[in-house]
């Protein structure tokens, strides 16, 4: 497969604006060297301890879920290989800010050499466990989870603002995308089943 028959096939599953989006971020920057003939597969791939880089439709869902709009401050827990956190940023644009924090540290000094060939400057990467959320910045208009928790951890709830958004998947085993919406309380909506690595921390699973 190719980017663009990938992209052009998730037409009226994400919006178009995500579409756009992921057509001007080179996935092929954020994968392993020699996996970059796989970049554009709808598939997640290896990229070293253990961790994946998602699949392109599930960063796809999970960006169009959260309804991202420019000048947004957004938390994403489980930077990875910096791909999706460089979707955001796209999406969000140079008045936004993107802080994704990876508890791996070999993956966090990946993710910001990825970000900088790929010329992307407003995601700021930070070492450690994002299953307490990152207070420093708090609170976020939007939190975007890439690991699976037990449950909603609290803090996550706490650090987003009123009428913010988050999504996560939760679960042992079997795992469900929720979509989290503040207003006077929160609202959980279901999205569908999905498999994650886990989040593994204070409020996440233990090693
Ligand atoms: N968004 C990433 C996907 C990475 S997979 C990408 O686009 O490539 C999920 C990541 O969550 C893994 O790298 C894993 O190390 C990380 N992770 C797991 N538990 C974590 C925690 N408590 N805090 C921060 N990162 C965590």
Not at 71 to 88: D, F, K, P, T
């Amino acid at each position: 497969m190719n980017k663009k028959e990938l992209l052009e096939g998730m037409r009226g599953l994400v919006s178009d604006r995500v579409i756009l989006a992921m057509f001007r971020v080179p996935r092929e920057l954020f994968v392993p060297d020699d996996l970059r003939s796989k970049a554009y597969e709808d598939t997640p791939l290896p990229i070293g301890y253990g961790q994946t880089i998602s699949a392109p439709h599930m960063v796809a869902i999970m960006c169009s879920l959260l309804d991202l709009q420019e000048g947004m401050i957004v938390l994403e827990v489980g930077g990875g290989s910096g791909y999706h956190a460089a979707v955001i940023a796209d999406l969000i644009g140079a008045q936004g800010h993107v802080y994704s924090i990876e508890r791996i540290p070999g993956l966090v000094a990946q993710a910001r050499s990825n970000l900088e060939l790929a010329g992307i400057k407003n995601v700021t990467m930070i070492q450690g466990d994002g299953s307490i959320g990152l207070p420093e910045h708090a609170p976020y208009d939007r939190i975007s989870v890439a690991a699976a928790a037990p449950n909603v951890p609290e803090p996550f709830k706490q650090q987003l603002k009123i009428e913010g958004k988050m999504v996560l998947p939760v679960g042992r085993g079997y795992q469900e995308l929720l979509l989290v919406t503040r207003k006077n309380g929160f609202s959980v909506e279901q999205k569908m089943g999905v498999a994650f690595v886990p989040l593994v921390g204070e409020k996440g699973f233990k090693e």
